[in-house]
């Protein structure tokens, strides 16, 4: 695929895609399982971090031979469950009164808390009961938040924990075959990624033209 990186444009994309790469790569692998088991707690629970810097990464390693892709996707879902019972007990000891006192506060922000994500998580389970839990850990706008109101209801421990494990596994072992496959097709990665990468480029500079066509 060299003819991808002909221009300096994509010469700068593909050195940057790199060292994103190496990057992420090299910080999982020295955290190994036990790294990814505490990342994955902390992107489950209401500190956002997003999981797809941590099981793709890391699968991609399982795909070199460097770790196992079974013990990758269990360690994603302990951790994702270990940050469940971090919200869950929350909202079940402070109480959803105090749990709303403390979003409405300025250090939230911090944590891209705020009243609106968590009336649409608990709306979602309003609406959908415990099976919210499993659907919801699909969903990344109510993944890390629907913990909450199903300790506001004290949702039953048991269900609680077989859905996030149903859910979580569910979306950790999609991360980790997509991680494993472009392991075993390093090309196709570099590949994809200048081409959606320059579509992407595109779309922000029409956005950015419109925005201020508009203003005019």
């Known amino acids: 695929f060299d003819y991808l990186f002909t221009g300096q444009k994509s010469e700068r994309s593909f050195i940057m895609f790199h060292s994103l790469a ?10 190994d399982y036990l790294g990814i088991f505490l990342l994955m707690a902390v992107e489950s629970s209401f500190i956002p971090f997003p999981s797809e810097l941590v099981i793709p990464p890391a699968a991609f390693l399982a795909a070199k031979g460097q770790m196992s892709l079974v013990l990758v996707i269990l360690a994603g879902v302990a951790g994702s469950l270990l940050g469940a019972y971090v919200n869950y007990f929350l909202a079940l000891f402070l109480g959803k009164p105090l749990v709303y006192r403390l979003v409405r506060l300025r250090w939230a922000k911090i944590f891209l808390l705020n ?25 990344p706008a109510v993944r890390q938040l629907i913990s909450i109101p199903a300790g506001f209801v004290r949702m039953n421990l048991f269900t609680f924990s077989l859905f996030t494990v149903l859910g979580a596994g569910i979306w950790i072992t999609f991360l980790a075959l997509f991680g494993y496959y472009f392991g075993l097709h390093q090309d196709l990665l570099t590949y994809y990624y200048v081409k959606f990468g320059l579509i992407a480029a595109g779309l922000v500079l029409l956005a950015v033209f419109a925005y201020y066509a508009k203003r005019k």
């Open 22 to 31: 190496d990057f992420l790569l090299s910080a999982v692998g020295a955290l």
């Open 115 to 139: 009243e609106k994500k968590m009336h649409k998580a608990e709306a979602y389970f309003l609406k959908f009961g415990a099976v919210s839990t499993f659907v919801g850990r699909l969903i």
